[in-house]
T-cell receptor, first 112, second 113 residues
Framework: AQSVTQPDIHITVSEGASLELRCNYS??????LFWYVQSPGQGLQLLLK??????LVQGIKGFEAEFKRSQSSFNLRKPSVHWSDAAEYFC??????????FGTGTRLLVSP | DGGITQSPKYLFRKEGQNVTLSCEQN?????MYWYRQDPGQGLRLIYY???????QKGDIAEGYSVSREKKESFPLTVTSAQKNPTAFYLC????????????FGPGTRLTVL
């Protein structure tokens, strides 16, 4: 069965430091991969998505992610974190028409 | 502005009562979804619908029911058969393409007392 693993439940990063959130997936075919962000008590907003082609994808708010097929990974990165980036981040894999499987999320805390 | 609305934002019900959560979208999307979110468990799919008058069970459909009488509306009923209904419920919609993104509403927090 398809699955997504986000191994870090919480991550704390100093403001201005770089960020990498890990995501590993299990899926037999070429995956469609997504990163979403959720502020407390809110819905999810799409940061970026990978379908095919260039394995480094750019998203909104200065985020990027790199698809590595050999490692079954799709890690999210940002070179310099802002306090407003504090939120929960979800990785998801598209498993077929309109169906997504989500990871359990990583909560990002930003320290001054 | 186009988007998805969910109402109410907070909902309190007594144990044993059915409750219906509203989801409306004006994005002209064909597909709509309901997810349940619990702390530490991510999002789990309850039901989804790709067309009016048709819907399919997701991974955790037991104790829930839906209807899709209009393209823009996809209400979710949490029945008394749902053993642990207290959760955050998210509605989403998308166009009918294999890998397109889902757009999410702001969510409804249901608390059963």
């Amino acid at each position: 069965a398809q699955s997504v693993t986000q191994p870090d439940i919480h991550i704390t990063v100093s403001e201005g430091a770089s960020l990498e959130l890990r995501c590993n997936y299990s899926y037999g075919a070429t995956p469609y991969l997504f990163w979403y962000v959720q502020s407390p008590g809110q819905g999810l907003q799409l940061l970026l998505k990978y379908f095919s082609g260039d394995t480094l994808v750019q998203g909104i708010k200065g985020f990027e992610a790199e698809f590595k097929r050999s490692q079954s990974s799709f890690n999210l990165r940002k070179p310099s974190v802002h306090w407003s980036d504090a939120a929960e981040y979800f990785c998801a894999v598209g498993t077929g028409f309109q169906k997504l499987v989500f990871g359990t999320g990583t909560r990002l805390l930003v320290s001054p | 502005d186009g988007g998805i609305t969910q109402s109410p934002k907070y909902l309190f019900r007594k144990e044993g009562q059915n409750v219906t959560l509203s989801c409306e979208q004006n994005l002209n999307h064909d597909a709509m979804y309901w997810y349940r979110q619990d702390p530490g468990q991510g999002l789990r799919l309850i039901y989804y619908s790709q067309i009016v008058n048709d819907f399919q069970k997701g991974d955790i459909a037991e104790g829930y029911s839906v209807s899709r009488e209009k393209k823009e509306s996809f209400p979710l009923t949490v029945t008394s058969a749902q053993k642990n209904p207290t959760a955050f419920y998210l509605c989403a919609s998308s166009i009918i393409e294999e890998a397109d993104e889902q757009f999410f509403g702001p969510g409804t927090r249901l608390t059963v007392l």
